[in-house]
């Protein structure tokens, strides 16, 4: 099984990416990251590019001592030179090198024939190769390279003591069965490249940076370049942690695996999330928070069942301690029991029927429900109490410059409905006003309580209320999310508990 080299270059392309800044100390967090994570190469920084980069590029160089640590260098004498002395402590320095080799960016950007290209490239790979034993050559823009002038570049590079050799698609513009042609035409058009490292460095694009990327190894690529969490400059770079985990996932096809400890994965993700300021989707592979979250009731009872219905790696794995269930409208009776057994409740069937069907009602008015929610349902009915009233319907208008009032209907035992409009000082009186108007009986409210209990916007409300009528006083509990819903809620279980009394 061949082992894929992973070169990290967060600290180069990723911190290239508008609003991924980070200062010294945290790259230096960062890096040292990466080393637990056991990456194989860490890009530093391109060490001529400022007096910052410079001291990043040392700084790391200095501290970090299991990986190869390297700098970028433009084709240029002062560059490579820069690079060198901010390597120079480094346990294994690296310097890499870079020239483009399409038409485009030699006509354009370089003004450069081919010939001077590859003339370039010759001068500034030897003088490299005259200070470390490291050295790699980047093809900039190789994917969009006139092939055969691309395996000249790739020749004058190994020749002139490249060890490593990388083809980007830097513009993010080819198809992964581009790259996979791009490999296999060097490894059959260039001699001695089997002897070196095949690198590749994809960007997204077009959302294709991590298929490129795996169609290069396919084809025989040893070294991928990707950054943590996929930043980089426009749509970002080829994401380590997916790189990493489809080709562990994957290894028995691919006959290839990498040195990374995968447990690290989730770790170095959210440090980096932390330190730029730019949070993960929910729905990104590996690490996002849906990664390993099931909320469809088939899937979850297929989880429950034999995880790997639905799971093709384990949370372990990248360094979570375990799947979620997360309980929504989409979720089915064997979660939900799942979930109320957690959290101590055993219902019989027929009290679990009554709890599934409250909480899917639940789901439907909010987004997320929560372990709170739930424990909210079960608690409340628990205390079972005999419904000579319900509420049906209501609607209460309040504001600074009205009266409130409220028109509320209720349905008693017989299934008839009753309706009263009443007035109150704000909405909630004017709603216990109506409901005593139909219930008859003369009530006192001794206290009123409202607390949430869930998170979020649509958050749970619970309403707990005293009210005394006579000598009798008894706690009537509401919930919702909606808490005018949630106080008549109470006041009407408080009623309902008076007059089974
Ligand atoms: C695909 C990539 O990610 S490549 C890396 C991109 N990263 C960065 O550019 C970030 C860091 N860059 C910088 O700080 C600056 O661009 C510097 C310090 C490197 C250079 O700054 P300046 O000297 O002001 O040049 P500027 O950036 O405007 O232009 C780039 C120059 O380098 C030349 N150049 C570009 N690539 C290369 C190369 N690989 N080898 C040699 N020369 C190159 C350009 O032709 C241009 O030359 P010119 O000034 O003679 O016209
Ligand atoms: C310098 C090279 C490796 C690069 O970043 C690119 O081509 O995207």
Do not use: W
């Given at each position: 099984?061949?082992t894929?080299k992973i070169f990290d270059t967060?600290l180069r392309?990723?911190?290239?990416?508008?609003?991924?800044?980070?200062?010294?100390?945290?790259?230096?967090?960062?890096a040292?990251?990466l080393e637990?994570l056991k990456v194989d190469i860490i890009e530093a920084g391109?060490?001529?590019?400022?007096?910052?980069?410079?001291?990043?590029v040392?700084?790391i160089a200095k501290t970090i001592k299991d990986c190869t640590v390297a700098s970028l260098?433009?084709?240029?004498?002062?560059?490579?030179?820069?690079s060198y002395?901010a390597l120079s402590q480094a346990a294994a320095p690296r310097i890499h090198?870079?020239?483009?080799?399409?038409?485009?960016?030699?006509?354009?950007?370089?003004?450069?024939?081919?010939?001077?290209?590859?003339?370039?490239?010759?001068?500034?790979?030897?003088?490299a190769?005259?200070?470390v034993p490291d050295v790699e050559?980047?093809?900039?823009?190789?994917?969009?390279?006139?092939?055969?002038?691309?395996?000249?570049?790739?020749?004058?590079?190994?020749?002139?003591?490249a060890k490593t050799?990388n083809?980007?698609?830097?513009?993010?513009?080819?198809?992964?069965?581009?790259?996979?042609?791009?490999?296999?035409?060097?490894?059959?058009?260039?001699?001695?490249?089997?002897?070196i490292d095949?690198a590749?460095?994809?960007?997204?694009?077009?959302?294709?940076?991590?298929?490129?990327?795996?169609?290069?190894?396919?084809?025989?690529?040893t070294q991928v370049e990707?950054?943590?969490?996929?930043?980089?400059?426009?749509?970002?770079?080829?994401?380590?942690?997916?790189?990493?985990?489809?080709?562990?996932?994957?290894?028995?096809?691919?006959?290839?695996?990498t040195n990374i400890?995968?447990?690290?994965?989730?770790?170095?993700?959210?440090?980096?999330?932390?330190?730029?300021?730019?949070?993960?989707?929910?729905?990104?592979?590996?690490?996002?928070?849906?990664?390993?979250?099931?909320?469809?009731?088939?899937?979850?009872?297929?989880?429950?069942?034999?995880?790997?219905?639905?799971?093709?790696?384990?949370?372990?794995?990248?360094?979570?301690?375990?799947?979620?269930?997360?309980?929504?409208?989409?979720?089915?009776?064997?979660?939900?029991?799942?979930?109320?057994?957690?959290?101590?409740?055993?219902?019989?069937?027929?009290?679990?029927?009554?709890?599934?069907?409250?909480?899917?009602?639940?789901?439907?008015?909010?987004?997320?429900?929560?372990?709170?929610?739930?424990?909210?349902?079960?608690?409340?009915?628990?205390?079972?109490?005999?419904?000579?009233?319900?509420?049906?319907?209501?609607?209460?208008?309040?504001?600074?410059?009205?009266?409130?009032?409220?028109?509320?209907?209720?349905?008693?035992?017989?299934?008839?409905?009753?309706?009263?409009?009443?007035?109150?000082?704000?909405?909630?009186?004017?709603?216990?006003?109506?409901?005593?108007?139909?219930?008859?009986?003369?009530?006192?409210?001794?206290?009123?309580?409202?607390?949430?209990?869930?998170?979020?916007?649509?958050?749970?409300?619970?309403?707990?209320?005293?009210?005394?009528?006579?000598?009798?006083?008894?706690?009537?509990?509401?919930?919702?999310?909606?808490?005018?819903?949630?106080?008549?809620?109470?006041?009407?279980?408080?009623?309902?508990?008076?007059?089974?009394?």
């Open positions: 099984m061949k894929i967060t392309d990723g911190e290239q990416s508008p609003g991924c800044s980070m200062n010294l100390s945290e790259k230096i967090e960062v040292r990251q637990l391109f060490a001529v590019s400022s007096p910052g980069d410079f001291e990043s040392q700084t260098s433009r084709a240029v004498k002062k560059d490579i030179d820069a002395e090198v870079f020239l483009a080799t399409s038409p485009l960016h030699m006509q354009y950007k370089l003004k450069m024939t081919e010939e001077q290209v590859l003339e370039h490239i010759r001068e500034s790979v030897s003088y190769r005259s200070l050559f980047s093809a900039e823009d190789a994917s969009r390279s006139d092939m055969a002038f691309l395996a000249k570049a790739v020749k004058t590079a190994i020749g002139a003591g050799i083809l980007p698609d830097t513009v993010g513009y080819v198809l992964p069965q581009e790259m996979y042609d791009m490999i296999t035409y060097m490894k059959q058009n260039v001699e001695g490249v089997d002897e095949l590749v460095h994809c960007h997204n694009d077009l959302g294709m940076a991590v298929a490129n990327s795996l169609a290069s190894v396919s084809a025989g690529a990707c950054t943590v969490n996929g930043i980089g400059e426009r749509a970002g770079n080829a994401s380590l942690e997916e790189i990493v985990m489809a080709i562990h996932t994957r290894r028995a096809l691919l006959d290839a695996d400890n995968t447990k690290q994965l989730y770790r170095t993700s959210r440090l980096l999330s932390k330190i730029i300021g730019v949070s993960i989707p929910p729905n990104k592979a590996i690490v996002g928070a849906n990664a390993f979250a099931h909320e469809s009731g088939i899937h979850q009872h297929g989880v429950l069942a034999k995880r790997e219905t639905y799971e093709i790696m384990t949370p372990e794995s990248v360094g979570l301690t375990t799947n979620k269930m997360v309980l929504g409208k989409h979720s089915g009776r064997h979660a939900f029991d799942d979930f109320l057994k957690e959290l101590g409740y055993n219902l019989t069937p027929e009290e679990l029927d009554t709890a599934f069907g409250q909480f899917k009602e639940l789901c439907d008015k909010k987004k997320e429900v929560t372990e709170y929610d739930v424990e909210a349902l079960v608690a409340q009915k628990a205390a079972k109490v005999v419904e000579h009233f319900r509420l049906k319907q209501f609607v209460v208008n309040s504001g600074n410059t009205i009266q409130a009032t409220a028109n509320i209907t209720l349905e008693d035992m017989s299934g008839a409905s009753q309706e009263q409009v009443a007035l109150g000082d704000g909405p909630i009186d004017a709603a216990y006003q109506a409901i005593e108007k139909i219930v008859q009986m003369p009530l006192v409210l001794n206290n009123y309580k409202i607390n949430a209990v869930s998170h979020g916007e649509d958050a749970l409300g619970e309403v707990v209320v005293k009210v005394s009528s006579g000598s009798r006083t008894v706690t009537g509990r509401g919930l919702s999310t909606d808490i005018i819903e949630a106080s008549m809620l109470a006041y009407i279980n408080a009623v309902n508990k008076l007059l089974g009394a």
